[in-house]
């Protein structure tokens, strides 16, 4: 059974887009969708609503920046400093490569970002090379590789 | 003789140190009694009331006044209505003695209170009517004659006549000290068998310091006869004291035996000299001569005193006046230039538009601002490497002290060079911060002194001074001093300065609160990027995305038209996103820190000629790239992306012809690297050059040439921040040429 791949997305275009780019890269894994910060760590940490959910962490977590009520910054801090949750890649997921968060994103041990290009073939390319790097090759120990796909690099 | 200069000095400070106020002796053209008040018993006298009155003078000594005087309750009585504050000797009138060979004859009395003892002097009465009635309409008279336009060099001179007509001198003159302390003679009076002596200087050795004093506190002093002889007091010591008798103020002090030579070097037997105090300080003298002894009746000398007063009094007023007028010119045209720089905004800048006001107002030849590295002279300076000197020099110096120097020979020893084009220099520093100063020059002025003989005194072997023989003219060309700048020019300075800090203050206060604006509004431009880089992001991506979708989903379902539409959509949203894009990076350009390195241009040339390639491979392209190009020291990733914008635009915009030249090439210029694209496409119409470089400025329409007018905004925005500038030429068809140019970086 493979892992599964987290993606976590308030916006409902993006998340469609996405989803059709993962759809595309033909992975196999299956795609679990959290609309914010809050829920995806219920998720990680099985509580709440996720509190019955099988064990095991994701294959890999494809994390939006900015999100409602528990931002992307946060949850990847609260991965970094839960022992269970630390190895899973994080792959942060922006707007603009201007954005001063990636920083602070950098700081926290991301292990990679992708700035969603406007140009969707551009978007596919980046996630399934992204998915199929974490996805299949999985194990690497976190924060040993930072890859960072620009668009048109 | 020759002197070595330590003798004379030597000699000069013996001379002063003579203590001239306690000579122990009178001269003898009247007697002295010195009074124990409290006991009224005379305790001191002099010993000459043998010749007066026929008196031994121990016989004196101890004697009750009212066994001296006759009528010794009206003489009491008169005594003590005797001013307090009054030092000078004080008429009370005449008086009888009791004993003696004069007995009864009337005698002037004199008195004075002093060195804790009552000094009454005596001399022959006068006609006392014959006084009032001559000297009261002659002093009315000189008076009267005083207004306001008279010159003080007018009223010395009618003041001299009067004081020659009062007293029958046969030379009187008037001589003003310097502010070395020489005496040149401005007013003159004489009988025809005197030398005149008008415009002569008195070198200040002539009137020792302590002279000086005496002149201050006792404005009149009389020697009748340079020939006389002293007449000591018995005994020889102030009883009261036990010291000698100190007869500052006394009319029959005797003088200094070095003063009677000197008076007999002049052929002068006779003499008189009048103070003029202005604001407490010895201004000048009235001197009195005459070849022959003179007697000076008391109230001839009455006269001349209240002369001097008034003399010195109108004096005071005149300069005090002629200051206060100076000082407005002064502070009008102070006023002037501040206006000028109000106006401007800028210290130097106001100054520019003023020169003559800046040059006059304190009568320089030249001048000169240094702020920063900027030098503006005007008139007549030094070369401008002396000039900077020079404020180096003075950078040194207390920053809040004016400095003036009316021979920089002599007071900047380390700046030789600059004695040769100026002798006078006024500087003030004009910035707190800064060495910032405006400095006046004026130039050498040489100066023939008329010296009153060669002012060398002599001294005798005895290590003490003897006076010169001879008052020939002796003139002396003084060289290196220019016009010596007034305490006035210095106020006036002083004033600027205090005017030009507070708007240099003021601009600086405007400058920090302008910071702050622009800080804030700063920061909200880093927020409005953020947001546009968010929010108007997404929805382009959304558009694009879905619009590529559906092509990929439903495209076989559409018509051309509708494929067409499609396409468009996300043609237009890419395009959108590159402007966001574009503009964003932008808006960075002005935010982020400048890393300064060397840069090779050839080689940022030749990068970007090789990442550009696929834009006009297909296409005829000549490169013109002078070889070599400048290594400037900038910001590599920057000027990279400047150099990107500017070629890509020549490869663009030459896109029709064939073949296309792009040329790149530089010269130096003022200190500048200005480095040239040139290309010989489309060009532009220079009526919009001014908007060339603006953001969201297009010169051609998007079917011609697509873009989203930021390329040239950055361009500048690069540049700018490189403290450089940009500009292009071009002409609608005949190809363009942009030009940048950066300072030279050390």
């Known amino acids: 059974m493979l892992k599964p791949i987290l993606l976590v997305e308030d916006n409902p275009n993006d998340l469609e887009l996405t989803l059709v780019a993962l759809e595309r890269s033909q992975l ?111 194990e690497p120990p976190p924060g040993s590789l930072r890859l960072a796909r620009r668009p048109g690099s | 003789m020759t002197l070595s200069d330590d003798a004379l000095k030597g000699a000069i400070e013996h001379c002063a140190r003579e203590p001239i106020q306690i000579p122990g002796s009178i001269q003898p053209q009247g007697f002295l009694l010195v009074v124990d008040e409290a006991a009224s018993t005379v305790i001191q006298v002099s010993a000459n009331v043998r010749d007066w009155l026929g008196l031994d003078p121990q016989a004196l000594i101890g004697a009750s006044l009212s066994s001296v005087f006759a ?13 307090d504050e009054e030092q000078n000797p004080f008429h009370i009138g005449e008086v009888r003695f009791l004993p003696g060979s004069s007995a009864g004859q009337p005698m002037t009395m004199m008195v004075h209170r002093h060195d804790q003892v009552l000094i009454a002097e005596f001399e022959p009465a006068g006609d006392m009517s014959g006084a ?61 068998d005197y030398e005149s002596l008008l415009g002569l200087s008195f070198p200040a050795s002539d009137v020792p310091a302590q002279a000086r004093a005496l002149y201050l506190a006792n404005r009149i002093r009389v020697i009748e006869n340079a020939n006389y002889q002293p007449s000591p007091l018995v005994p020889g010591n102030n009883p009261m004291t036990g010291a000698p008798l100190d007869l500052t103020f006394a009319t029959l002090r005797s003088v200094s035996p070095v003063h009677l030579q000197y008076m007999r070097n002049m052929q002068t037997l006779a003499s008189m000299s009048i103070s003029i105090v202005v604001r407490g300080q010895l201004w000048g003298l009235i001197s009195c001569h005459h070849a022959t002894p003179r007697r000076v009746t008391f109230q001839s000398r009455t006269a ?10 109108q004096i005071e007023s005149k300069e005090a006046h002629a200051a206060n007028q100076r000082m407005l010119s002064l502070r009008r045209q102070i006023v002037q230039m501040l206006a ?129 023989n001879s008052f020939a003219l002796w003139e002396e060309t003084v060289r290196g001093f220019s016009r010596p700048w007034d305490d006035m020019d210095c106020e006036a300075v002083i004033e600027l300065r205090a005017a030009v800090l507070g708007i240099v203050l003021r601009k600086a206060e405007e400058m920090a609160a302008l910071a702050d604006e622009l800080k804030k509004s700063n920061k909200e431009l880093e927020a409005f990027s953020y947001s546009v880089s968010h929010d108007l992001r997404a929805p382009l991506r959304h558009i694009a995305g879905y619009a590529e979708l559906l092509s990929d989903i439903e495209g076989s379902k559409l018509s051309d038209r509708g494929v067409r539409f499609l396409e468009n959509i996300s043609e237009s949203a890419r395009f959108a996103g590159t402007l966001v894009d574009n503009l964003l990076s932008f808006s960075q350009m002005g935010r982020s820190a400048m890393r300064f390195s060397d840069v090779d241009l050839n080689a940022m040339v030749e990068s970007i000629r090789r990442e550009m390639l696929p834009d006009y491979e297909s296409r005829t392209l000549e490169w013109k790239v002078s070889q070599p190009l400048p290594v400037v020291i900038a910001d590599a990733a920057f000027l990279h992306l400047a150099m990107r914008n500017l070629l890509s635009n020549a490869i663009k915009y030459t896109r029709n012809e064939n073949p296309a030249v792009i040329e790149v090439g530089s010269y130096e210029e003022d200190g500048k690297v200005v480095v040239y694209i040139r290309d010989n496409g489309v060009g532009f119409d220079m009526a919009y050059a001014g908007k060339l470089f603006g953001v969201f400025q297009r010169l051609h329409r998007m079917e011609e040439f697509e873009g989203t007018g930021i390329g040239l905004a950055s361009v500048r925005r690069i540049i700018e921040r490189h403290d450089g500038t940009v500009w292009a030429h071009s002409q609608l068809g005949h190809g363009a040429t942009f030009y940048f140019a950066l300072p030279k970086r050390g």
């Open chain 2, 340 to 468: 000028a720089m109000a106006d401007l905004d800028s210290v130097t800048g106001g100054l520019r538009t003023m020169p003559e006001v800046l040059l006059g107002f304190v009568g320089a030849t030249g001048a000169a601002v240094i702020s920063g590295a900027s030098v503006d002279v005007y008139g007549e300076t030094p070369e401008r490497e002396q000039i900077v000197k020079l404020a180096d020099w003075l950078s040194g110096r207390d920053p809040h002290e004016v400095f003036r120097s009316d021979n920089i020979s002599r007071d900047i020893p380390e700046l030789p060079l600059l004695a040769s084009s100026v002798s006078g220099v006024l500087a003030t520093a004009i910035s707190e911060l800064h060495s910032n100063f405006i400095i006046w020059f004026r130039p050498e002025q040489t100066r023939v002194v008329n010296w009153a003989g060669k002012p060398e005194k002599s001294v005798s072997p005895s290590g003490s001074l003897s006076p010169r």
């Open chain 1, 28 to 138: 196999a894994n299956e795609v679990i969708v959290l609309r914010d910060g809050a829920e995806a760590l219920d998720y990680l940490l099985r509580r709440n609503h996720h509190h019955d959910r099988v064990a095991g962490n994701p294959a890999v977590m494809l994390l939006d920046l900015k999100l409602p009520k528990v931002d992307g910054l946060e949850v990847l801090k609260v991965i970094r400093e839960t022992e269970e949750l630390r190895s899973i890649p994080v792959v942060m997921l922006t707007s603009s490569r201007e954005e001063p968060d990636l920083n602070r994103a950098y700081s926290l041990g991301v292990n990679a970002y992708v700035v969603k290009p406007v140009e969707f073939k551009e978007f596919v390319s980046a996630i399934s090379d992204l998915g199929v790097f974490w996805a299949v090759l999985n």
């Open chain 2, 304 to 313: 001349c005193e209240l002369l001097g007063s008034v003399l010195s009094l």
């Open chain 2, 132 to 192: 009032y009635g001559n000297v009261y309409p002659l002093m009315r008279g000189f008076i009267s004659q005083m207004n306001v336009e008279e010159s003080i060099e007018a009223l010395c001179q009618r003041s001299v006549a009067e004081v020659k007509r009062i007293t029958g001198f046969g030379r009187v003159k008037a001589y003003h000290f310097d502010a070395d302390g020489n005496g040149l003679v401005s007013a003159e009076a004489l009988d025809e």
């Open chain 2, 71 to 83: 009528e010794p309750e009206r003489l009491l009585q008169r005594l003590d209505a005797l001013p």
